[in-house]
């Protein structure tokens, strides 16, 4: 078994180990990392969503998601690292090597800048919950 090699380097942080089995929940699209992986994460990356780069194998680098937590909707109980490919695979990629970087954390890069501010004023979030809407 590979051995876990990660480092953080200026703002991104690199991580690299095999894809395990994890909440079944994503087959070509989610990868695990194994536990020794979740808990060696540095202490300054907090739980969040997180995002960058990843390569399963030999396959290109691909935009991702990561997810760095306890998943609450799932009722997790075990801090995960779930990385969620911006690519469906043709096959699932267990047990290859996956390696991710990652830029950011999305929910800081979603700031309170005013024109996003002025959004949550819109009629959208007035309608009547009972009607449906498709952005019109």
């Not at 997810?67 to 075990?78: A, F, L, Q």
């Not at 979603?110 to 024109?115: N, Y």
Request: one cysteine or more.
């Amino acid at each position: 078994m590979p051995r876990a090699d990660c480092i953080t380097k200026h703002l991104s942080y690199s991580c690299r180990d095999q894809v395990v089995w994890g909440f079944g929940r994503g087959y070509k699209q989610l990868a695990n990392f194994p536990e020794q992986v979740v808990d060696n994460l540095p202490a300054d990356i907090s739980s969040g969503i997180y995002y960058g780069w990843a390569s399963a194998g030999s396959r290109d680098g691909q935009k991702m998601v990561v997810g760095i937590g306890w998943n609450p909707y799932y009722e997790n109980t075990k801090k995960s690292m779930e990385t969620h490919t911006m690519h469906t695979f043709k096959e699932h990629f267990y047990g290859e090597i996956l390696n991710v970087a990652i830029v950011e954390s999305l929910i800081s890069a979603i700031q309170d800048l005013p024109e996003h501010l002025k959004l949550k004023e819109d009629n959208f979030f007035q309608v009547s919950k009972s009607k449906i809407m498709n952005g019109h």
